[in-house]
């Protein structure tokens, strides 16, 4: 019973304490109504814009920027999945996944393919850009007549642009319409001067044989791009085809100031350091060459030929061989192999080498002269003597060739036909002196001087002349001229 009782005490306790609670929670409530509400409005600054949705992509387009970083990144092998996924999910509707198709296609050789899926594109969209690539796929596949009727037409598109009227130039340049060739060229500069354009017009007048209008040509040009070390190269080589060798040799340099290991401007150099006899000089250019191109036929026969002039027959006609080992239709190879065995008075050798040169160029009087003096030392005379016929037909300026025939005659007791051919070599003589082309060799003249007293002229000789006065700077080689190659392109060998 107490138990009870202390229990229903309990709950009445509890009851109490449930009244009270209720009670307060009621006047917090009834104090909280009589608040007035307040509302605080947040700064509209302070407010975090919500980020827009990025606008939807075609789906024609929507790999065309992943296509263009992996290709532009040169990884094929993906660019190839990519644009084989898009086209079929497009159904072959995709301008740019067709266009990089193309381009992957003709850098692979597969050029016909890639003509085909750029005449796609064209279908496409009608634009100069992708014209200019059928042209271009045209050109080289040899449709050189189809691929101008294509750049008219990207010009009616694109009249401004440079890259079409160049092209078109090429085109007629391949079939042999120089005129148009040359106003298209020079509406290319009007509208973008680009070197490209200046080799292209300056190679164009080469080929015509204007070389005054190809040396203002590449003036323009390098007067633009004055760091351009090709350009700077082509000019030198035209100058040392001119004779102004002073002037050559600033161009080389400038080139070489620009790019220490351009092969054509180092062989260029180092052929005018040998003309004048500083083989030392010339072979340490061409070291710095040979550590770049170690397989240039050139660069072989040019260190061939200062070993020759040092009178180190030995290694020269081991250089000169690895030269013809790698270019083995190089008539210029073949004639100073036969003009180094001819000094070493191996005429086999040099007759062997000699009759190759010519088979390949038939029409040099200078091979014929050497061929002749090989065939007069291997006891063949009357062969020597067509030889010497055949170089007097091909080579009328020469005078080299008049002063050996003279020679050869007179052995023979031919004292007339000797007479006959020394008064040529005066005249070839005076008439390289007068073109400023002379280069007085002390050997030829001592050679002609005693031919005359022995076929007792009693006129003073024209070189007799030349001999008093201070003589130019001279080599130690024979009487025979030296045939040294020049790389002549971009830095692409000639």
Request: charged share 25%.
């Amino acid at each position: 019973m107490i138990c009870m009782a202390e229990d229903g005490a309990s709950n009445v306790k509890q009851s109490e304490t449930d009244k009270k609670t209720e009670e307060e929670s009621k006047e917090t409530t009834s104090e909280i109504e009589k608040v007035v509400p307040v509302t605080v409005h947040p700064d509209p600054g302070s407010r975090r814009s919500r980020p827009r949705k990025a606008p939807e992509i075609p789906s024609l387009e929507r790999r065309n920027w992943l296509i263009h970083l992996h290709y532009i990144r040169k990884e094929v092998d993906v660019c190839k999945v990519l644009i084989k996924e898009q086209l079929d999910e497009t159904q072959g509707m995709c301008e740019y996944a067709l266009y990089v198709q193309a381009l992957i296609l003709r850098q692979e050789g597969k050029i016909q393919e890639s003509l085909e899926l750029f005449q796609t594109c064209s279908i496409l969209n009608a634009s100069g850009e992708n014209l200019k690539q059928v042209g271009r796929s045209l050109y080289l596949l040899g449709r050189h007549s189809a691929a101008i009727d294509v750049y008219e037409e990207a010009v009616k598109l694109t009249p401004n642009d440079w890259e079409i009227f160049h092209n078109l130039g090429v085109c007629c340049v391949r079939l042999k319409e120089f005129d148009k060739a040359k106003e298209n060229f020079q509406r290319a500069l009007s509208y973008h001067p680009q070197d490209q354009i200046f080799a292209s017009l300056g190679e164009l007048m080469l080929y015509q044989g204007d070389v005054k209008g190809a040396i203002s040509v590449y003036k323009k040009a390098v007067e633009l791009s004055p760091e351009n070390p090709t350009l700077n190269t082509k000019l030198g080589l035209l100058y040392m085809q001119c004779g102004m060798h002073q002037k050559a040799f600033e161009k080389l340099g400038t080139a070489l100031a620009f790019d220490s290991y351009c092969v054509p401007a180092i062989l260029a150099a180092g052929s005018i350091m040998q003309t004048h006899g500083d083989y030392d000089v010339a072979l340490s250019k061409y070291r710095v060459a040979a550590s770049v191109t170690p397989k240039s036929p050139s660069l072989w026969n040019n260190i061939g030929m200062c070993f020759f002039g040092k009178k180190k027959y030995v290694a020269a006609i081991s250089c000169l061989k690895r030269a013809n080992y790698l270019a083995p239709f190089d008539w210029r190879i073949l004639q100073n192999l036969g003009l180094v065995h001819l000094t070493m008075q191996q005429y086999a050798s040099a007759f062997h080498f000699l009759s190759a040169a010519i088979n390949i160029n038939p029409q040099s009087g200078t091979l014929f002269m050497l061929l002749a003096l090989a065939l007069k030392n291997l006891k063949d005379p009357d062969n020597a003597r067509q030889a010497f016929d055949q170089a007097i037909q091909l080579d009328k300026s020469d005078p080299l060739i008049s002063l050996n025939y003279g020679i050869f005659l007179y052995n023979l007791g031919n004292e007339n036909g000797a007479t006959e051919q020394i008064k040529q070599f005066e005249q070839r003589w005076l008439k390289l002196q007068k073109a400023g082309n002379l280069e007085s060799d002390p050997t030829v003249i001592q050679s002609a001087t005693k031919l005359a007293e022995l076929l007792q002229i009693t006129d003073r000789p024209v070189w007799q002349y030349d001999a008093i006065q201070p003589a130019l700077e001279q080599t130690n080689a024979p009487p025979l001229s030296e045939e040294n190659s020049v790389d002549a392109d971009y830095c692409e060998e000639k």
